[in-house]
Structure formats: structure tokens, C-alpha cells
């Protein structure tokens, strides 16, 4: 049995089904005005530290995104400026999985963000820092499933030990972002929400 490929038609089947949902909701040009700038921002930004192994900004811009704007705005951001960063950066099987990934990274922030009052910066910061693990995390599944022979515990343990260092530059480059940027474009996404009057709509 071929996990690769089954793994590969879920994560395909659950992206398209969020798509699918999302298209059927009623959506404001503001909205799709949103998702497509801060997609297009994570995307470009990450091409140029694509020389750092782990390292861009693409997480906690997407991380920030769904905190601000809502789950469901989040996850597109996450799903799309992976989709678009991979034009220039190469596609190739791992895209639906840095789509899922990011995605999730959005969606659950989104999730957070409903929660707060105002920039909980030391949870964010936290957040940074565990996504970047998680990240790792679900891109490893990925790697075991469709390039490591035999699938045992072994291998499986050995996947994600090797990863670590990727991993720890990841999450170190997300508290870094954070620390310099995070407040001062959690201020300006604040202001442009409420410029534009954005309503949350966080259900898919």
C-alpha cells in the first residue's frame, strides 16, 4: 500500500474542500482584497530568505493574518502564499502539504485571536516559536510517507530527530519576526480592519 499517494489525495481532498467552502460563502471584495495581499506579502518575502535553511517570514506573516482577520482568512493566506511562493521557488509534491501546514498555522491563530483582547504578544510569541516545530512536524510526515523505506517507528523516530535543527531555525526565525515586527504590523492591521470595517467570518 502506497501511503505516499493516499496521504497525498487526502490533503489534496481536505484543500479542496476548504476551497470548494469557501467559494460558496458569501465574500466581500474587501475580503478577497486581504487575502490576496497578505498571501502575495508572505509569498514574496519568503523567496529571498529561501538561501536560509527554515528561516522566512512566511509564518508569522500568515500567523498574524489569521490572529487579526479570522481563521477563515488566515488559512487562505497560508494555503495561497504557499501555492504562489512555489511558483517561483519550485513545485513539486510537498506543495499540498506546505499548503495544509500553513494553512493550519492561520487557521488556528484565527482561532486564537477570537479569544484576546488586543495583541497577547508573550502568547504570540510562544505560538511563533511551537509552530515552527509544528511545521516541521507535518512536513516530516510528509518526507516519511514518500521517501523513507521501511515504514517503521525507527524511521519514523530517526525522520524527526534529523529535522531538529531546520526545525529550531524556524521556530527561532518566527520569535525573531515577531520581536521586531510583530507589534508594529499588528497596529497597522488593526487600523486597516477597522478602516475597512472588516467583518470576521470564521466559519468554513
Same mark, same amino acid.
Not at 514574496?44 to 535553511?53: D, H, T, Y
Given at each position: 500500500?502506497?501511503?505516499?499517494?493516499?496521504?497525498?489525495?487526502?490533503?489534496? #481532498?481536505?484543500?479542496?474542500?476548504?476551497?470548494? *467552502?469557501?467559494?460558496?460563502?458569501? !465574500?466581500? +471584495?474587501?475580503?478577497?482584497?486581504?487575502?490576496?495581499?497578505? #498571501?502575495?506579502? #508572505?509569498? /514574496?518575502?519568503? /523567496?529571498?530568505? *529561501?538561501? @536560509?535553511?527554515?528561516?522566512?517570514?512566511? +509564518?508569522?506573516?500568515?500567523?498574524?493574518?489569521?490572529?487579526?482577520?479570522?481563521? %477563515?482568512? $488566515? &488559512?487562505?493566506?497560508?494555503?495561497?502564499?504557499?501555492? !504562489?511562493?512555489?511558483?517561483?521557488? $519550485?513545485?513539486?509534491?510537498?506543495?499540498?502539504?506546505?499548503?495544509?501546514?500553513?494553512?493550519?498555522?492561520?487557521?488556528?491563530? $484565527?482561532? =486564537?485571536?477570537? %479569544?484576546?483582547?488586543?495583541?497577547?504578544?508573550? =502568547?504570540? !510569541?510562544?505560538?511563533?516559536?511551537?509552530?515552527?516545530?509544528?511545521?516541521?512536524?507535518?512536513?516530516?510526515?510528509?518526507?516519511?510517507?514518500?521517501?523513507?523505506?521501511?515504514? +517503521? &517507528?525507527?524511521?519514523?523516530?530517526?525522520?524527526?530527530?534529523?529535522?531538529?535543527?531546520?526545525?529550531?531555525?524556524?521556530? #527561532?526565525?518566527?520569535?525573531?519576526?515577531? =520581536? @521586531?515586527?510583530?507589534?508594529?504590523?499588528? +497596529? @497597522?492591521?488593526?487600523?486597516?480592519?477597522?478602516?475597512? *470595517?472588516?467583518?470576521?467570518?470564521?466559519?468554513?
Amino acid at each position: 500500500m502506497n501511503w505516499a499517494i493516499i496521504t497525498a489525495v487526502i490533503v489534496l #481532498a481536505a484543500l479542496l474542500a476548504v476551497f470548494l *467552502s469557501y467559494e460558496k460563502q458569501t !465574500v466581500n +471584495t474587501k475580503e478577497i482584497s486581504l487575502i490576496a495581499t497578505m #498571501a502575495t506579502l #508572505a509569498a /514574496v518575502l519568503r /523567496v529571498p530568505f *529561501s538561501a @536560509i535553511i527554515s528561516v522566512q517570514p512566511t +509564518t508569522f506573516i500568515v500567523m498574524l493574518t489569521g490572529y487579526v482577520f479570522g481563521a %477563515r482568512a $488566515g &488559512f487562505m493566506v497560508g494555503a495561497i502564499g504557499a501555492l !504562489v511562493s512555489n511558483i517561483f521557488l $519550485g513545485h513539486g509534491p510537498w506543495t499540498p502539504w506546505q499548503m495544509l501546514a500553513w494553512g493550519l498555522a492561520g487557521w488556528t491563530m $484565527g482561532l =486564537l485571536g477570537q %479569544r484576546q483582547k488586543g495583541f497577547n504578544f508573550s =502568547l504570540f !510569541v510562544f505560538l511563533g516559536f511551537l509552530w515552527g516545530y509544528l511545521f516541521g512536524w507535518i512536513m516530516n510526515l510528509w518526507h516519511w510517507l514518500g521517501f523513507v523505506y521501511p515504514l +517503521t &517507528f525507527k524511521t519514523f523516530m530517526a525522520t524527526y530527530l534529523i529535522s531538529i535543527p531546520a526545525d529550531t531555525l524556524h521556530s #527561532a526565525g518566527n520569535v525573531v519576526f515577531t =520581536l @521586531i515586527f510583530g507589534k508594529t504590523l499588528y +497596529t @497597522i492591521l488593526t487600523r486597516y480592519k477597522a478602516k475597512i *470595517s472588516y467583518v470576521k467570518l470564521d466559519k468554513f
